[in-house]
């Protein structure tokens, strides 16, 4: 039987019944539900809206509800048409009329923000852990493979020697930025709507502060109709959520390549690996493709829940029902792709001579040699001009600039010495990098310091 039966004289259709119910996926939130309406039905008592005595009983009702969900004996029914309706349903079977006055002061429209801002606050809270999780990881990687070269890439070609652990950290400083991010988003998110009703607030006496503190918010809502039909700290958890997805599939996209035969930077762990239904040879890194490709689906709950409020009018709307499942789907989503690269980068093999060797060709070292010029007190345009021809002197004879004689570089520049040799070397090109935050290996030691030091490791 419906709560709200009074006003209508015909049953719901059993179609429009289920198309309406949100009980197969708001019944996550039980836990946020029953605790919320313990905390206000404390509130009713204490302000003599109704006894303490049934404020009491309302109390260890809702509590014999918790605990027989939390045990697997209580499961909803079709009748539900969602998890507060059935919360107040078997609370009522259970301590009789009482139960019906749980609902004072109070509406869905508040109930339900209540619920989802307690349940998002928990949400962010686990997605914190794994991404806390994945730092370490990362930062363990990074301090192991401190001295292990590699090239670095523009348009995805070879511009520079990099450090595999200098790599790794601008990884670690993506993740740390969305954990950060989601902190803030637990901030908009920490603000207790319930006391607002429908909309235009209550004429009972409430004490909204007295239930934000018992529910630990760290804030209230303080307008009555954006309490109820606010859902932005909805659409900034998936924002959050499609931005560490983004860093997650670029990091991905690296793992893939480097893992292929023509790379072999890597080599992921047998455990994190698929084969090929027809070719008995293939090891294909499917964890980081799904991951890659589930992106996509945390993009689309974003734009979902957009699209959805970009046309609502004050206050609540049952479209706001379609709130749910896209931040549902993308918390599952995210912190199952942070799990499975945790194990990843946790298992993978780094190929140090692979990546050494790769950093013999693709004239990696020619920003450095027009810098040597630079420094025999030629402008840096000319150095880029003769270091250009050397370069295209070197693919015409199949060579690569530490291969020419000094006799044929001054052909190009008569200010080459012999110290060039060195100055192109690739871990001197390394070594010498002297800006704030660069791929050196005093840099690169610096940035693994200060995280140790602030972290803990």
């Known amino acids: 039987m419906k709560l709200w039966k009074g006003r209508f004289a015909k049953e719901e259709n059993t179609a429009a019944n289920d198309f309406n119910s949100s009980t197969s996926f708001d019944s996550r939130m039980w ?79 508040d109930q339900v923000a209540l619920d989802f801002r307690m349940y998002q606050k928990e949400l962010i809270g686990n997605i914190d852990g794994e991404l806390t999780q994945l730092l370490a990881v990362l930062y363990k990687l990074a301090e192991e ?41 637990f901030k908009r998110t920490d603000y207790m709507p319930l006391g607002a009703g429908a909309l235009a607030g209550t004429t009972y006496n409430t004490d909204r502060f007295f239930v934000q503190e018992q529910l630990g ?7 009555s109709m954006d309490a109820v039909s606010d859902r932005d700290f909805a659409l900034e958890f998936l924002s959050c959520a499609s931005i560490t997805m983004m860093h997650l599939s670029r990091l991905c996209e690296e793992l893939i390549l480097w893992c292929s035969p023509d790379f072999g930077f890597i080599e992921m762990d047998d455990s994190y690996s698929t084969g090929s239904s027809i070719m008995p040879q293939k090891k294909n890194p499917d964890m980081a493709e799904l991951i890659r490709g589930k992106t996509g689906r945390v993009y689309g ?59 013999k060709s693709g004239f990696m070292n020619a920003t450095d040699a027009a810098d040597y010029l630079v420094s025999k007190g030629l402008a840096f345009r000319d150095c880029h001009e003769i270091i250009g021809k050397l370069v295209l002197h070197c693919i015409q004879t199949g060579r690569a600039l530490e291969d020419l004689p000094l006799s044929e570089l001054k052909q190009f520049s008569e200010v080459f010495e012999e110290d060039i040799y060195e100055n192109i070397d690739i871990k001197t090109c390394i070594k010498a990098k002297k800006s704030y935050g660069s791929t050196s290996y005093e840099s690169v030691k610096t940035q693994l310091s200060d995280i140790k030091a602030k972290m803990g490791y």
Do not use: W
Request: charged share 20%; with cysteine.
């Open 31 to 109: 836990k946020q539900d029953i605790t919320g309406s313990m905390a206000h039905a404390a509130m009713l008592g204490k302000q003599g809206i109704i006894t303490k005595a049934e404020s009491e009983q309302i109390i260890a009702g809702l509590k014999t509800i918790y605990a027989d969900i939390d045990a697997g004996t209580l499961t909803y029914e079709p009748e539900d048409e969602d998890i507060h309706m059935f919360v107040e349903r078997v609370l009522t079977q259970r301590i009789g009329t009482v139960g019906k006055k749980l609902h004072t002061a109070r509406s869905r429209n």
């Open 145 to 185: 493979n401190k001295e292990t070269v590699l090239p670095g890439f523009t348009h995805l070609q070879k511009a520079q020697p990099v450090l595999l652990a200098h790599h790794l950290l601008a990884y670690y400083n993506m993740f740390t930025r969305d954990s950060q991010r989601f902190a803030d988003c």
């Open 217 to 223: 918010f760290e804030n209230i809502c303080t307008n």
């Open 301 to 359: 709950d974003l734009m979902g829940l957009l699209t959805v409020m970009k046309g609502l009018p004050l206050a609540y709307n049952k479209d706001m029902q379609e709130d749910k499942e896209p931040v549902f789907d993308a918390a599952d989503t995210l912190i199952a792709c942070l799990q499975m690269m945790i194990g990843m980068l946790s298992t993978l093999t780094v190929n140090v001579d692979k990546m050494a060797a790769s950093t």
